[in-house]
């Protein structure tokens, strides 16, 4: 391989939100630009112009991807992607038609908690490693990754680390969600107080995640407890995104008011306030339909009033071992098309600029001049095969940072 840091991808059929601006999703430019040469430089994509005025020189590296779509990578502003341990009874039970409220009182998030820490830290960086190579195979080439299975000082710092050293590899955005369970045994009040007080300033001290996020629900937290974590997490300069109305409505929206929210995920019970407020603040809305899906809820209404405001949302995951145990984007972008009518193009969209903005990024999420040269290449025709061919793993090439990390044509 030459080992040039200029790369040119010609041929390429490419498909890309044509802007990061956070634009209602019926104003966002989707450009499909057949025969296309996408020039990269030191990583970043330079131009995208017609493949005959590709460059030539033996300086670069050329791939010519004919018969492909071209996108930007997948981006996944939502997973759960650090644990250990195995709830699969408990999802079998749930089918059979038990309550995932009933079981969290026996089991449920803190059965993750009981395995994560038992496990070592290497053992939780080779499970997470392992996940994160699941969905970069499949596309996904930025990742949120949230702690919460540790619901301890030691052990939320201990999970923050392990994200951390993934970050050598992945494009992983760490997030801190103690506040994802209240952790047995322990006083809720004394718990919270050691999240302010301790274990938060601890995590900026030491740089250790981007984000702060609260489970804002029955089982949960409640709103004025949020309110105090999510007030520490903004002093300390975190940015701020939250689980919100997943089981049922409440009156957090005196939070969205009060703090700026990158996202709020979840939203089965929102409702048409909840989304006008955040659309108005540059909140996005994140659907998480594997989530719905698993747990028997509609996304569908939530949909309609994001739509009925002309916002915008971007879609995830939610990959975690008890509601969503589904490491890919292309199944969730499978799912919300054929479970709940989400239109193809708008999934495409959710799933890349509005994903990196649930973010706070502007560097992912398109194929545009100075975007990061995170690329992958799909053995389908055109667009409109999205939500239509499932089951498979449509994905040839990967590109991170301009590099061909994934190349799966023509394996004998
Ligand atoms: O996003 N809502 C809380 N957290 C996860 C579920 C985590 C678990 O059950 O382990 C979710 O659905
Ligand atoms: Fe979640």
């Not at 923050?160 to 993934?166: E, K, M, N, P, Q």
Request: charged share 20%.
């Amino acid at each position: 391989m030459n080992l040039s840091s200029k790369t040119v991808i010609v041929h390429a059929h490419v498909v890309t939100p044509a802007t990061t601006d956070l634009l209602p999703i019926s104003d966002m430019p989707l450009l499909d630009l057949p025969d296309q040469a996408i020039i990269i430089e030191d990583g970043q994509v330079q131009a995208v112009v017609p493949s005959s005025e590709a460059p030539v020189g033996n300086e670069w590296n050329v791939y010519d991807v004919r018969h492909s779509i071209v996108a930007p990578g997948f981006v996944e502003p939502h997973t759960h992607s650090v644990f250990a341990g195995d709830r699969s009874m408990e999802f079998h039970s749930r089918i059979q038609g038990e309550a995932y409220a009933d079981q969290q009182k026996k089991g449920g998030i803190n059965a993750t908690v009981e395995a994560t820490r038992a496990a070592s830290d290497d053992e939780l960086s080779m499970h997470l490693q392992y996940w994160l190579n699941v969905f970069l195979c499949q596309g996904t080439t930025s990742i949120e990754v949230k702690s919460g299975y540790g619901l301890c000082h030691e052990q939320e710092m201990r999970l923050l680390r392990v994200i951390h050293r993934a970050k050598q590899k992945y494009d992983a955005v760490a997030t801190y969600l103690g506040a994802h369970a209240i952790p047995r045994g322990v006083r809720r009040e004394d718990y919270i107080e050691e999240m302010i007080t301790e274990t938060m300033p601890a995590i900026k001290e030491n740089n250790l995640a981007s984000f702060v996020d609260v489970f804002i629900s029955s089982v949960g937290y409640t709103v004025p407890e949020a309110d105090a974590i999510f007030g520490k997490a903004f002093e300390l300069g975190f940015q701020l995104k939250a689980h919100l109305w997943e089981m049922e409505h409440d009156d957090s929206r005196v939070l969205l008011e009060k703090y700026p929210f990158a996202c709020i995920d979840h939203l089965e019970f929102a409702q048409e306030e909840d989304i006008q407020m955040a659309i108005s603040k540059n909140t996005v809305p994140v659907l998480l339909p594997l989530t719905a899906w698993h747990l028997g809820y509609n996304i569908r209404d939530t949909y309609n009033l994001i739509k009925q405001v002309d916002g915008y949302y971007a879609i995830s995951t939610d990959f975690n071992p008890g509601t969503s145990f589904a490491p890919s984007t292309w199944q969730a972008i499978t799912v919300g098309h054929i479970a709940y009518g989400l239109p193809v193009h708008e999934l495409f969209l959710a799933a890349t600029v509005y994903a990196a903005r649930a973010l706070n990024r502007t560097d992912i999420g398109t194929i545009t001049p100075r975007s990061r040269a995170d690329i992958i290449v799909l053995g389908i025709p055109s667009l409109s095969w999205l939500g239509y061919l499932h089951g498979i793993n449509p994905v040839e090439m990967v590109f991170v940072n301009g590099n061909n990390v994934i190349d799966r044509r023509n394996v004998e």
